[in-house]
């Protein structure tokens, strides 16, 4: 396959490769590899994203014509107080809820762990894939 040999050329043996799909298209959750197979993704960007949904790439095309990036903390922006709040707006319960939404697992972790200092008790998957930092 001409992908590999490119790939082998160019990329370090050190950075590992689970399967010999070259993804050259995508939408829900299905990939279309360089050599033309429709194959399923299971992993979906290591669980966390499907991004050739068509509602994903539409929100992506959104969001470039508008700003790229900025970080929340520095530079709060309105779609993401509107994603928290429908988020807390489906927990079941009658009290008030606070979300926080971060990029990685570990931070979600760590975030989450130093906010229910106060609390009793931590609810957490021990099979569940929460990163690669030696602490999480």
Not at 56 to 77: E, G, M, N, S
Not at 90 to 111: A, L, Q
Request: charged content about 25%; glycine content about 8%; overall charge positive.
């Amino acid at each position: 396959m001409r992908m590999f040999s490119r790939r082998a050329d160019a990329i370090s043996r050190g950075v590992g490769m689970t399967t010999q799909v070259y993804a050259a298209d995508a939408e829900n959750a299905e990939i279309w590899d360089v050599g033309g197979r429709r194959c399923i993704d299971f992993a979906a960007g290591i669980a966390v994203v499907n991004t050739g949904h068509p509602n994903v790439i539409a929100a992506v095309k959104d969001r470039l014509d508008r700003f790229t990036h900025t970080c929340h903390q520095i530079v709060p922006y309105e779609n993401n107080v509107g994603r928290v709040e429908r988020l807390n707006s489906s927990v079941p319960g009658d009290f008030k809820k606070k979300s926080i939404v971060v990029t990685m697992g570990p931070r979600r972790r760590e975030h989450g762990q130093d906010r229910v200092r106060p609390r009793t008790a931590v609810i957490a998957f021990t099979v569940a894939f929460d990163g690669r930092t030696f602490m999480a």
